[in-house]
């Protein structure tokens, strides 16, 4: 058996990264964004991946959650978040990045929380003049974009001033059916995982290189301001944001948070 991980190629994702370390014939990656990798696995056409942590909560009855790992930050994330070039409050118009559910999400819920402010939402279609609008940028297009900018709202900071909670932006999820037919494969997958995030931390400095632009030194000093692990302040955190979400209207029903077996 062929274990499909759906897989997401960003810089934050490098610490999850166990080709770094072995070659694993029976694991194969499918590459996509959040939000392809959230369709790919909604559709059970990867078995396992690090989805948006909103694709989760809209659809849990369709997941598994392996714990004590994330995507999250206290305070700052640096890839997340609201750029302009005037101050949001003159803002009505926010164009949004596709590729993720969980940052959109995020957006709309802290300009109401935080603002308190009823704005146009638009798709991001393109990156071109990009420094003319006011934009919801993620991942490495925020690290890549970012001087382009006056005014930058980092997504998690808002979160953490609003919550004093951490912010978790993606879970690493199993469709639930597969999972019951196969718990020892995804045993062994997530025993990987919490291995391959061990090493790349303890060898970091051998193993980052620059990216682009992008020096080595900002990727370290980013990767290890991020937090990977999923603790009750987490789950926590994650309950508030669906409440927020259902407050909203944004979805229906209240999520219930259920995980593997380890």
Request: net charge positive; charged share 30%; with cysteine.
């Amino acid at each position: 058996m062929i274990l499909r991980v759906g897989w997401i190629n960003f810089i934050n994702t490098l610490p999850f990264d166990f080709e770094l370390f072995n070659s694993y014939q029976d694991i194969k990656k499918i590459y996509g964004t959040p939000a392809e990798i959230n369709k790919l696995l909604n559709q059970c056409k990867v078995d396992i991946g690090l989805v948006s942590s909103a694709e989760y909560i809209e659809n849990f009855e369709k997941y598994l959650i392996l714990p004590n790992l994330s995507i999250s930050s206290f305070k700052k994330v640096y890839s997340v978040g609201i750029f302009s070039n005037k101050p949001l409050e003159d803002e009505n118009i926010i164009y949004l990045s596709r590729k993720s559910k969980t940052s959109r999400l995020l957006t709309k819920v802290l300009v109401k929380l935080v603002f308190n402010k009823d704005i146009e939402y638009r798709d991001l279609e393109e990156y071109k003049d990009i420094d003319k609008k006011t934009v919801l940028l993620i991942g490495d297009n925020a690290l890549k974009f970012s001087k382009k900018f006056k005014y930058i709202y980092d997504l998690s900071e808002l979160w953490y001033r609003k919550t004093n909670l951490p912010f978790v932006f993606a879970l690493w999820c199993v469709n639930r059916e597969f999972y019951e037919k196969n718990k020892k494969e995804i045993l062994f997958f997530y025993k990987l995982l919490k291995e391959t995030k061990e090493k790349f931390f303890k060898d970091i400095n051998t193993l980052i290189k620059p990216i682009g632009n992008i020096p080595k030194e900002y990727i370290k000093f980013y990767l290890k301001n991020l937090d990977y692990g999923l603790t009750d302040k987490h789950i926590k955190s994650l309950k508030l944001f669906s409440e927020y979400l259902l407050q909203l209207g944004i979805i229906k029903d209240k999520p219930e948070f259920s995980f593997i077996e380890v």
